[in-house]
């Protein structure tokens, strides 16, 4: 099949490399023409373990190009995703503008049928509005459908290769066959697409994410509580994970979620919601307890340091909002670095993959190492923001030798408490006791 993609980001770039792996002949189109000239001469632009590998064959085959040109991309497309930016407006609703923006320039383009299909992660009656976008300059036939992405960063190509499920909203027959007949290389091990009407499907997505937000908030919670009452939220996890009905995954605690979707998402979930009159309240509650867990590691840092951080001077761990990636957006090291710089400290941060993303949003507000131990140099405390598996099992003799003070406040759980304490360490993380 010819397909085009709108918008060349995390979600774009994996949905193109994934059709052009199945043997579709897909053009990425993207405004960025600087993205796209790093593209087009094989260079990947975003770190996704597994996706250069897939990326450089299907330019090599010529199955996958790129281009600035909408009206090129599209040309020959019978199906064009919209995998576009969907941010937070101003009063937290997803900002359409960019998706209604390339609406209104495919009616303009558009000469015969095609499946438009909207991957972005769009509120419900965002389908209704690109149909009648296209349909203001464009007289023919031709489908909006929803097809919204599960997609995580860090594993998309496993995701977008074998999902666990594929959502397809559209009641055309036509465009339900087209979405069938490409998805299908996709579902071989059985697992469901699940036609639907569209506004399910639009729904669909946001009660997703919104779902699994609350799941982390409520545990980050019951942390608290752990904290409070001298109980282990390890524990507490795998007592409550081994019930069927809970299940083991997303019960970690942390610093809070942070990334792209999750925090923007819950948001225009609960702003959608105030359209219609109606009041999501644990949504509300959800973002509450997120905005207060980014914060959780620095009254626990203030109080060790007797409210003084002038001058004291901090190794940080990971700067991505979750590892196997580079992206760093609502990233809840940021937060941290903002409040630590505040208050006079000095950061050095290190992380596998995103320290060029961080240097170009903060420039010398930090200080940025080459691997994880040289940020150790002469720090008063290593802080730890993102479970990368490098941090796992680090050489804890090293740590010893650079650190100024053996103390470590580990925002991801990353230590068994009883064996940090018997190293020697000063340990605080989230939901568990101190070792002291
Ligand atoms: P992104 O910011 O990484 O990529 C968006 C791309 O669109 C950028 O490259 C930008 O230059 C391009 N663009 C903007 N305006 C354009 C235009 N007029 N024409 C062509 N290109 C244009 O965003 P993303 O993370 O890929 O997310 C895209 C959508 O997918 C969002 O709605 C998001 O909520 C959703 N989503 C994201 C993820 C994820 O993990 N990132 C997962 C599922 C769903």
Same mark, same amino acid.
């Given at each position: 099949?010819?397909?085009?993609?709108?918008?060349?980001?995390?979600v774009?770039?994996?949905?193109?490399?994934?059709?052009?792996?199945?043997?579709?002949?897909?053009?990425?189109?993207?405004?960025?023409?600087?993205?796209?000239?790093?593209? !087009?001469?094989?260079?990947?632009?975003?770190?996704?373990?597994?996706?250069?590998?897939?990326?450089?064959?299907?330019?090599?085959?010529?199955?996958?190009?790129?281009?600035?040109?909408?009206?090129?991309?599209?040309?020959?497309? @019978?199906?064009?995703?919209?995998?576009?930016?969907?941010?937070?407006? @101003?009063?937290?609703?997803?900002?359409?503008?960019?998706?209604?923006?390339?609406?209104?320039?495919?009616?303009?383009?558009?000469?015969?049928?095609?499946?438009?299909v909207d991957k972005s992660t769009v509120?419900?009656?965002?389908?209704? &509005?690109?149909?009648?976008?296209?349909?203001?300059?464009?007289?023919?036939?031709?489908?909006?459908v929803s097809n919204p992405e599960f997609l995580?960063?860090?594993?998309?190509?496993?995701?977008?290769?074998?999902?666990?499920?594929v959502i397809i909203g559209?009641? !055309?027959?036509?465009?339900?066959?087209?979405?069938?007949?490409?998805?299908?290389?996709?579902?071989?091990?059985?697992?469901?697409?699940?036609?639907?009407?569209?506004?399910?499907a639009e729904l669909t997505k946001y009660a997703a994410n919104?779902?699994?937000?609350?799941?982390?908030?409520?545990?980050?919670?019951?942390?608290?509580?752990?904290?409070?009452?001298?109980?282990?939220?390890?524990?507490?996890?795998?007592?409550?994970?081994?019930?069927?009905?809970?299940?083991?995954?997303?019960?970690?605690?942390?610093?809070?979620?942070?990334? !792209?979707?999750?925090?923007?998402d819950?948001?225009?979930?609960?702003?959608?919601? &105030?359209?219609?009159?109606?009041?999501?309240?644990?949504?509300?509650?959800?973002?509450?307890?997120?905005?207060?867990?980014?914060?959780?590691?620095?009254?626990?840092?203030?109080?060790?340091? &007797?409210?003084?951080?002038?001058?004291?001077?901090?190794?940080?761990?990971?700067?991505?909002?979750?590892?196997?990636?580079?992206?760093?957006?609502?990233?809840?090291?940021?937060?941290?670095?903002?409040?630590?710089? &505040?208050?006079?400290?000095?950061?050095?941060?290190?992380?596998?993959?995103?320290?060029?993303?961080?240097?170009?949003?903060?420039?010398?507000?930090?200080?940025?190492?080459?691997?994880?131990?040289?940020?150790?140099?002469?720090?008063?405390?290593?802080?730890?923001?993102? @479970?990368?598996?490098?941090?796992?099992?680090?050489?804890?003799?090293?740590?010893?030798?650079?650190?100024?003070?053996?103390?470590?406040?580990?925002?991801?759980?990353?230590?068994?408490?009883?064996?940090?304490?018997?190293?020697?360490?000063?340990?605080?993380?989230?939901?568990? !006791?101190?070792?002291?």
């Amino acid at each position: 099949m010819k397909i085009a993609v709108v918008g060349t980001g995390y979600v774009g770039l994996v949905t193109g490399t994934c059709f052009a792996e199945t043997g579709n002949d897909v053009t990425c189109v993207d405004i960025d023409k600087k993205k796209v000239e790093k593209l !087009s001469s094989g260079q990947i632009t975003i770190y996704e373990p597994g996706l250069e590998k897939l990326f450089l064959r299907n330019v090599k085959e010529e199955r996958l190009r790129f281009t600035t040109s909408l009206a090129e991309g599209i040309r020959d497309a @019978e199906i064009v995703f919209l995998a576009l930016p969907t941010p937070p407006g @101003e009063d937290g609703s997803a900002d359409l503008k960019y998706i209604l923006g390339v609406a209104r320039d495919l009616g303009e383009l558009m000469t015969d049928y095609k499946v438009i299909v909207d991957k972005s992660t769009v509120p419900v009656g965002t389908a209704e &509005k690109v149909y009648a976008t296209i349909a203001r300059s464009f007289v023919g036939d031709f489908d909006v459908v929803s097809n919204p992405e599960f997609l995580r960063e860090g594993v998309a190509v496993e995701d977008f290769m074998k999902p666990d499920r594929v959502i397809i909203g559209t009641v !055309s027959e036509r465009a339900r066959k087209v979405m069938g007949e490409l998805y299908a290389p996709f579902v071989r091990s059985g697992n469901p697409v699940i036609y639907m009407d569209v506004r399910s499907a639009e729904l669909t997505k946001y009660a997703a994410n919104s779902f699994l937000a609350t799941k982390i908030s409520f545990m980050n919670e019951i942390a608290q509580l752990c904290e409070r009452v001298g109980a282990d939220v390890d524990m507490v996890r795998r007592g409550i994970g081994s019930d069927d009905r809970i299940g083991k995954r997303f019960l970690f605690p942390g610093i809070g979620y942070g990334g !792209s979707c999750f925090p923007k998402d819950v948001q225009a979930l609960v702003q959608s919601s &105030k359209e219609v009159e109606y009041d999501f309240q644990i949504l509300n509650a959800v973002m509450d307890v997120n905005e207060k867990q980014k914060l959780h590691l620095l009254p626990k840092v203030k109080r060790y340091f &007797k409210n003084n951080l002038k001058g004291k001077r901090f190794a940080l761990w990971g700067l991505a909002f979750k590892p196997n990636t580079d992206d760093i957006r609502e990233a809840p090291a940021l937060y941290i670095i903002d409040e630590l710089v &505040k208050e006079g400290a000095i950061v050095c941060a290190y992380d596998p993959e995103a320290v060029n993303n961080v240097r170009a949003l903060l420039g010398d507000k930090i200080q940025y190492a080459e691997n994880q131990y040289d940020c150790l140099v002469g720090a008063d405390a290593l802080i730890i923001a993102t @479970e990368w598996n490098e941090f796992r099992t680090p050489n804890f003799l090293k740590i010893v030798t650079a650190l100024k003070h053996k103390v470590i406040f580990d925002g991801r759980n990353l230590f068994e408490t009883d064996a940090i304490k018997e190293l020697g360490f000063y340990y605080e993380s989230v939901g568990r !006791s101190v070792a002291d």
